[in-house]
């Protein structure tokens, strides 16, 4: 059984409907790491099912979630095999075929080759790649749609296209403002999607700002201890204090009491390090210092808080936080004789007096 050529499905449609009355193909691909972009397209194509239909009775959805794939396989190979009752276009939706053994995608691959008659075949996935037996079926047959997300240094200029996307304007240093308040992991991006509506819904048509962001925008667990150095950085003693409360009170274990001393030492050193840098070149100052060039633009404007006396100070705290840890403190209002103490204490106890 053949079926005549149709023409492609748009990948972006304006309101999230299809503005496109053309014929579907027979099958689609719709791929990617970018899980709101990916659903977003499977969305439209369920959308214009029901537009060409009126219901969604020519849509079937089989969805392979990796507990029961052989099962669900068998009922998608019979879906797909099932001649329809219904009029019109047809559309079987596969959801996560990349949860198959590449020999049952061989299989759904087969059936590209003589498909039913006005039926379209959709599958989707995380990954998939281009030597994949059934990424080639459709390719041949149809058309593949790829939404990736950008690579952690590119998640700015994603962060500004996503908000044009919402209908607002984000600038470059507000969007690299965001990422450091909720985190930059492009894994993540569905989460800061959501941030991004509540900062246009906060705003109400206004150009938002870093202030509008750390109003609106929850901080994520992650990013907390980098708004810690920051303040740390910058002397602001009672939001250092803060900070370091909500880090404890977050209950993640990579933010316990070593992992805040560790970071705090690696700042100072940091923090040294800029010191000795006779210009304010942040490209060069980056390189030299190993950072990304908004971490050195950071460095570069704290410094001017550090004298070589503060730096002194600061590591004379962290070393009697670190014997503190150790168990080895010295006879203090914290530790009696040396016993080792509560540790949140004696890390909170070093950045008073670190910031005295």
């Known amino acids: 059984m053949t079926q005549p050529a149709r023409a492609i499905i748009p990948p972006c449609y304006p309101h999230g409907t299809m503005a496109s009355t053309d014929p579907l193909k027979p099958s689609y691909l719709i791929v990617g790491t970018d899980r709101p972009?990916?659903?977003?397209?499977?969305?439209?194509?369920r959308m214009r099912v029901v537009k060409d239909s009126g219901s969604d009775l020519d849509l079937t959805v089989v969805a392979i979630d990796g507990s029961a794939t052989a099962a669900t396989l068998q009922e998608a190979l019979q879906a797909?095999?099932?001649?329809?009752l219904a009029l019109g276009i047809r559309v079987i939706l596969v959801q996560g075929v990349d949860r198959l053994k590449e020999t049952q995608r061989r299989q759904l691959a087969a059936c590209l080759e003589d498909p039913m008659p006005d039926t379209c075949i959709a599958f989707e996935a995380e990954r998939l790649g281009k030597t994949d037996a059934l990424y080639k079926a459709v390719a041949r047959v149809g058309e593949v749609l790829v939404f990736n997300l950008p690579k952690k240094w590119e998640m700015a200029r994603w962060v500004e296209k996503r908000a044009k996307a919402q209908g607002f304007h984000l600038s470059g240093p507000v969007a690299q403002h965001l990422l450091e308040r909720c985190g930059a992991d492009p894994g993540r991006s569905e989460r800061i999607e959501r941030e991004l509506e509540k900062l246009k819904q906060y705003c109400g048509g206004e150009e938002p700002t870093e202030a509008h962001v750390d109003a609106v925008c929850t901080p994520d667990d992650d990013t907390v201890i980098f708004d810690l150095m920051d303040a740390v950085g910058r002397r602001e003693r009672g939001r250092s204090i803060a900070l370091l409360e909500a880090l404890y009170a977050s209950g993640n274990p990579r933010n316990d009491a070593n992992g805040v001393f560790y970071s705090l030492k690696r700042h100072i050193e940091q923090l040294e390090a800029a010191r000795q840098l006779p210009h304010n070149d942040q490209s060069a100052a980056a390189k030299q210092l190993g950072v990304h060039p908004w971490a050195a633009r950071k460095l570069l404007a704290q410094r001017e808080h550090f004298d070589r006396q503060r730096i002194g100070r600061a590591y004379r705290a962290l070393a009697e936080a670190e014997a503190?840890?150790?168990?080895q403190a010295p006879v203090t209002l914290e530790s009696v004789g040396g016993v080792k103490d509560d540790e949140r204490l004696v890390v909170e106890l070093a950045l008073v007096r670190l910031l005295a």
Not at 80 to 84: E, G
Request: charged share 15%; glycine share 12%.
């Open 37 to 45: 972009k990916v659903s977003q397209a499977v969305q439209r194509l």
């Open 324 to 327: 503190g840890l150790r168990g």
């Open 80 to 84: 797909i095999s099932t001649p329809s």
